[in-house]
């Protein structure tokens, strides 16, 4: 037993994944501690490099998504190549892909050949719309899975045209949970031997995001609407971003005195300088307020205009009133705090240099994960060939020279 | 071995947790499999059960986010409640709560505590500001991590104020990254019989769901702005939604065919008629397509205007272009496809009657786990202090009447 041992020491998994979606949930195993061996077409590897990519060097976004993995080059084209997969999938615990529908199948690999060379492989698949639909075989992007998953249709303001949410639910979304199912197998196995199947559409894993959503059509009758800056959800007043010094894109601070909790609206009319209110009926209960939100708004904004946001933070959160100054990504990577807490650490990148970075955010035993630089295309041949396969320098130089790697 | 065994099997988890954000996590460990106990305030349990309630029946929110679970009261605001407590700690895998900060340290339910008890508790918290954050106090809810996370900053129209993205990635965010290091910190323990302690904080959990507007900031120097309905990190034209009949607020379908794939624009081109402009150098590359985004996108509404979204899917669908209608939670709980595929189930509720429901959208071996409807408040006390700690249904009455549970 060793203390620092990381949560997936000696798990191996063989990712022939792309872009974001099936990359964000390897990168996940990866930082959990799991060895990731990142399985790239020799002409140009995975085309999410090439993203946002600058002066030929792999994109950033390819740097965020492919931390802690090694690369190396298969040609899954010929025969050669898909034997050293297959080869590999003798010593591998997990498989993860998500090419377009139906092409792992046509490279046979599918789970019905790979779990005849390895019974106890656990073998993870994400398309963009789930088997048996009728669009089982499309193609699909984050922004196809966002529209026909249901968040860009909660998303936007109350009157205005549906909008794609920030995050990336249908990519990064669908990633976390097959990595749930993945590691729920993976536990499995380790009681009893089993492998497993394991598939996720991004199409429905979206809508495990926007289940207020579906409770607030629940509980009206019709589709959720789109709710602006709020929670279509809960009827909460105040709720809402209030605008702040000095006025830019982002200057706004979020403030929520909770319904339930009369005393935050009270502490709230104390750090505004209007304890006059504290039991004033237009505002005094949640239903109150409700009727008078207008005015609630006007109240609260006339006090944060003439603060910037971060001074308005100190004094509400300090208050013990949930509240949260808008942050962009500028203000989120200039905070020192997140460094010094290990959330995003600065690393060094053979062809980037330094530069500083989100690492796996959740802490384990007070620690979050070291971050080790996305690697170059097919980085790792010469290391992962001889440890998985036990080939030389002879070997590898034969099947690049036949084009197999 | 069973080849029916959910991945959890024989996985005890004490589940302290309310609202969403820790509610999900525990609902996820439910559905692989896991015996999950609610553990709940006599007086009216989880507060989230009257988020949206009517009739002085559990919200539809609450019976979202709590299914597979079993519930059971105790008062943790006396010193036998605290025992109980503890007691179920001695025979529990994991322990899970997202409380105000300080409040379980002050219950004595700490992790220095608890893993005095049973060093192999897999001990997990959800924060809205991270230990070591200069508001790690703070009290947050969904709209408060979305703000700070930097979700907010990067949802809504390019000009417009920002927006809270409909997914409720603050919560079900934060709940599905503490699941993947709950269940790595399980694997761990099954090889090494070592505990953990794991925290998440929902502020540090957003960023991991917008790591392309990080990487779109890389590459600008800029914060990434707003996108409207494309994505920021990834210039492609045509991307968006193009209006569709009848005209509705969600009749839009949203159409990418891929810059690096010049087959996809051609193959729009047919389905829409326009053959005429394949090789026109105004629109043939993506690059064209940028510079003339506003004609390509009327080229592509005037077709899409005259059809409703499920012609205009079938027909680009089915072409080979990424496309997804925009559908909103009506049409999403009116498909029957999610139905017989598994991903939404009708269940019988003890009091709301029959109704349908999303479940854990991954399959595993081909199927989702099968739904059991979200307990009643306590409504598995005899069973699971029976269980768990051999008390009798005398014993039960006697901690009744002591107001214990």
């Not at 990336?168 to 536990?187: E, F, H, K």
């Not at 505002?283 to 939100?293: P, S, Y």
């Not at 205009?305 to 100190?314: L, P, S």
Request: glycine share 10%; proline share 6%; aromatic share 6%.
């Amino acid at each position: 037993m060793n203390s620092d041992q990381a949560s997936l020491t000696g798990i191996r998994v063989l990712d022939l994944t792309q872009f974001e979606a099936g990359p964000s949930c390897t990168e996940a195993l990866a930082w959990l501690g799991a060895e990731v061996i990142k399985v790239e077409s020799p002409k140009g590897g995975d085309p999410g490099r090439r993203t946002g990519a600058t002066q030929g060097l792999d994109g950033r976004w390819f740097l965020l998504l492919n931390a802690n993995k090694k690369s190396i080059t298969v040609n899954l084209k010929c025969s050669q190549g898909i034997k050293l997969i297959k080869d590999m999938v003798r010593r591998a615990d997990i498989f993860v892909e998500n090419f377009a529908p139906g092409t792992i199948e046509r490279l046979g690999l599918s789970y019905e050949v790979l779990r005849e060379i390895n019974p106890k492989i656990i073998y993870a698949q994400i398309k963009g719309f789930g088997t048996g639909s009728p669009y089982e075989g499309n193609l699909a992007l984050d922004t196809i899975g966002q529209a026909s998953g249901g968040s860009m249709s909660v998303t936007g303001e109350r009157d205005g045209r549906p909008l794609r949410p920030g995050p990336s639910i249908a990519d990064t979304g669908s990633g976390m949970l097959l990595a749930i199912s993945i590691l729920g197998a993976l536990y499995r196995c380790k009681c009893t031997g089993q492998g497993a199947r394991i598939e996720v559409a991004m199409q429905d894993a979206v809508m495990q995001f926007i289940r207020g959503a579906f409770a607030e059509h629940a509980r009206s009758g019709r589709a959720a609407p789109r709710a602006g800056t709020k929670s279509a959800a809960v009827v909460n007043v105040p709720s809402d971003i209030y605008s702040c010094k000095p006025g830019g894109p982002n200057d706004y601070i979020y403030i929520y005195p909770h319904r339930n909790k009369p005393e935050h609206w009270h502490r709230l009319l104390k750090v505004i300088g209007r304890e006059d209110l504290i039991g004033d009926p237009r505002f005094e209960t949640a239903a109150a307020r409700v009727q008078n939100e207008k005015e609630v708004d006007a109240i609260i904004a006339n006090w944060t205009r003439q603060r910037d946001k971060h001074e308005a933070m100190r004094l509400i959160g300090a208050a013990g009133i949930p509240a949260g100054p808008v942050l962009d990504t500028l203000e989120l990577e200039n905070d020192p705090s997140f460094e010094d807490r290990g959330i995003m650490q600065t690393i060094e990148h053979q062809t980037h240099g330094r530069f500083k970075m989100l690492t796996w955010p959740v802490r384990c035993d007070g620690v979050t994960p070291k971050i080790k630089p996305a690697p170059l295309l097919g980085q790792h041949n010469a290391e992962v060939f001889r440890d998985w396969l036990g080939l030389d320098a002879t070997d590898i130089e034969t099947l690049r020279q036949d084009d197999v790697i």
